[in-house]
């Protein structure tokens, strides 16, 4: 996978989990909070997450036939 792609879904994971533990503590608080708009931006991170990982990529290492000679006797 491409390591822009890795790093972007990697922080997107951590968004979406940090709005997740942000809506849970405010509503626990029992703070005024609109938990909807919460929801809504964890999903729109989930969706963003989604679209992500179905974009296609090659895999990062070339096939077995291109490298047998590259490999140590």
């Known amino acids: 996978m491409n390591p822009y792609l890795s790093t972007a879904l990697a ?3 951590d968004l ?3 709005i997740h533990r942000d809506a849970n503590r405010q509503f626990f608080r029992l703070q005024f909070v609109s938990y909807g708009d919460l929801q809504r931006d ?3 991170v989930r969706n963003a997450i989604t ?4 974009i296609p990529h090659p895999h990062p ?3 077995e036939e291109h ?3 590259a490999v140590a006797s």
């Open 11 to 13: 922080a997107l994971e």
């Open 16 to 18: 979406r989990d940090e």
């Open 42 to 44: 964890e999903a729109t």
């Open 51 to 54: 679209l992500l990982r179905s």
């Open 61 to 63: 290492l070339p096939a």
């Open 67 to 69: 490298w047998e000679g």
